[in-house]
């Protein structure tokens, strides 16, 4: 099923889902209550909606044990259409969001040909509709060619349909080009949204420390980080735009974007999963999965960040889904290319914070859902009436270990191979139709 068609929902019978835990961070919502969706929109839900009847016809869903959420909104997916469809396409993607309960995917412009003009833009969220299960919302280049020359055309891209504006794994090292762009885009109310790292200094494998010094390889100091987001934010400070870092993995990246909230600047962040859940020791004996940008860091880090997430200070968390062939990383730890799938794996690996007892649930789907949804002004992250009825109904406690044969994704380069996760997606919606059941596909 496509996403025109999930849209497309006439005809289609009511649903009651009664008796769930319903988590609904935007309106603060935790309890045990029934939704009721109708013409692919949610009518109502929460616990003022147990027994009080259904809709004629209505589907019946017992969510008694269950978990119903707002669809995730995954801000940083990378696919390979157009131009490596052989490593991912929308449609294989798009199953293994559907899969991992992800139901809009923000795209990054890293294709061939580089999403950086309005022409290209429709044709993929014409392609998208066509073809993927789920919503897809593209970034934009901000560069031509995501090359950091040449600033693409903001408002034509916006007017487009493009979210946000990013060369993706590229930094904007130009920093005359980044203030020119946080201008710019302001008077269109558009998001700039930049990878830090520093490229002079990005240019080792794996964290810098002890542990790369035994391993023999060469290092990425946090520093690569700290500087480039320390220039983001100071000229965010004198430009007044709208900035969000792409993707932060240290301390010291935590307390600079403390700095900016507290002086009232309009920025944000987000973190990785993979960031959240594993650290450098991971690595093993060279596990080319594990092979990321910015690189995964000491255990000190992944705590700071974990516990940045659980203070509200990280606005997203990502899967940065990346799928690489085998050709791109059965090579050298060092010379095999960057980059994990995570679609499929985003909520289970992130439900391990809250078995954990390191992160609330609600403060988790916040950061999921509910958060990037408002960031991008999307109809999504949300349960509220008159919201598109896109939704995850989960077993919380169910476990299970992934085989990485299984994935729906086109490439299986996952770094949590034989992992074992608590928590499986029972079954996904995308405006009101069933996009992905356990067991069916």
Not at 94 to 101: H, I, P, R, V
Request: aromatic content about 4%; hydrophobic content about 45%.
């Amino acid at each position: 099923m496509t996403i025109r068609e999930a849209i497309s929902a006439t005809g289609l019978p009511p649903m009651l889902i009664e008796r769930a835990r319903i988590v609904d961070p935007s309106r603060g919502l935790d309890a045990v209550g029934s939704v009721i969706i109708e013409n692919g929109v949610i009518r109502a839900a929460g616990p003022e909606v147990l027994n009080q009847g259904h809709p004629e016809a209505a589907e019946i869903v017992d969510g008694t044990g269950l978990v119903c959420i707002p669809g995730l909104v995954d801000g940083r997916v990378f696919v390979g259409e157009p131009g490596a469809e052989h490593r991912e396409t929308l449609a294989t993607a798009s199953a293994a969001a559907a899969a991992g309960g992800v139901t809009t995917m923000v795209t990054m412009p890293n294709t061939d040909p580089v999403i950086d003009d309005p022409a290209l833009v429709d044709f993929l969220r014409r392609r998208a509709s066509a073809t993927s299960r789920v919503k897809v919302a593209p970034m934009a280049a901000l560069t031509r060619g995501a090359e950091g020359k040449e600033m693409t055309e903001i408002g034509l891209l916006s007017e487009a349909g493009a979210v946000a504006f990013t060369d993706g794994k590229a930094a904007i090292a130009n920093a005359a080009l980044m203030r020119r762009a946080l201008i710019y885009a302001r008077d269109f109310e558009a998001l700039i949204v930049n990878h830090v790292e520093e490229p002079t200094l990005a240019s080792g494998v794996m964290n810098a420390g002890e542990r790369a010094s035994r391993l023999g390889l060469t290092g990425v100091p946090r520093e690569a980080e700290t500087i480039m987001l320390d220039r983001d934010l100071r000229l965010v400070a004198a430009t007044k735009g709208r900035y969000h870092a792409a993707q932060i993995s240290c301390a010291d990246a935590v307390e600079a974007m403390r700095g900016a909230r507290e002086r009232g600047l309009d920025v944000s962040c987000g973190v990785s999963i993979a960031h959240l859940t594993l650290n450098e020791i991971d690595i093993g004996t060279y596990r080319s999965f594990l092979k990321m940008s910015p690189p995964l860091r000491s255990e000190e880090d992944r705590v700071a960040m974990v516990q940045a997430l659980a203070d509200g200070l990280i606005d997203w968390v990502v899967s940065s889904h990346d799928p690489q062939d085998s050709e791109m990383k059965r090579h050298p730890f060092a010379e095999a290319a960057d980059g994990a799938v995570g679609l499929e794996t985003l909520l289970p690996a992130a439900l391990r914070l809250v078995h954990g007892g390191e992160v609330g649930l609600s403060a988790l789907i916040r950061a999921l859902s509910t958060a990037p949804a408002r960031r991008l002004g999307l109809n999504a992250g949300t349960l509220s009436a008159g919201a598109s009825a896109d939704l995850v109904l989960l077993d919380i406690d169910e476990p299970w270990v992934l085989d990485r044969a299984k994935l729906a994704s086109r490439s299986k380069n996952t770094p949590f191979e034989d992992a074992r996760f608590t928590g499986r997606v029972l079954r996904t919606l995308v405006a009101g139709r069933t996009v992905y059941r356990y067991g069916r596909g």
